[in-house]
């Protein structure tokens, strides 16, 4: 069984990355963001390169913000972006 | 009553303290933030998650409406382009008393600063450009409502 989702980029992981959206399909055994996000980089180097440092990236599933551990479950967005800096 | 607004234009403070004012109450209190020159600076670009930006403000406004029991919130931010000197965002709220109005404001701006989706850019005078990075003292006083 594949699923898949939305994924939205925003500030520099956008620039870097070079879009701002994606469909990603993604196969069983892939539950958290954490997961997702080790397939990805397991599909190409450029994902490695702008996720390499978790700890300076934001995650936001149909927008609230959560953990790198959350389930994507039967979520539709799936946002990553560096912290926020508004105000 | 909660007023929230995302967009490039500019907003005139007065009139949205006064509209605010007209709830009632004792205390009005206003904070507005502007692009501040260092000298390098020619501009902000102020990015943002359409999707979830509003929802985000919402969520804090209702934080505090909650915790000091407020007539009002407004609370307006920019997009965009932004020069030196420009206003980026406006945090006003209306309470029976002095320190929830004070006080509330000041919960509003440590919250946006830490989850309202918004990302700054800054364009220098000779060009360069880079991304703002979140502050260690932005992070500890959003915490300290908290403790």
Redesign the interface.
Known sequence: MTCQINI?Y???VKERLGRDQELIVYPAGVETIDDLVGHLKGTDSIYQHVFSDLKKLRF?LD?D?VGLEAPLGNSE?L?I??????? | MIKILVRGDDFDAGAEITNLSALGGGAVASFIGQVRGDGELEALELEHYPAMTEKALRKIAEKADEQWALHGVTIIHRIGRLKVGEQIVLACTCSDHRQAAIESCSFIMDQLKTVAPFWKKEIKKDGSESWVEERQSDIDAAKSWND
């Open positions: 939205v925003f500030s520099w936001a927008q913000f967005e946002a972006f560096p912290p926020v800096t508004g105000g």
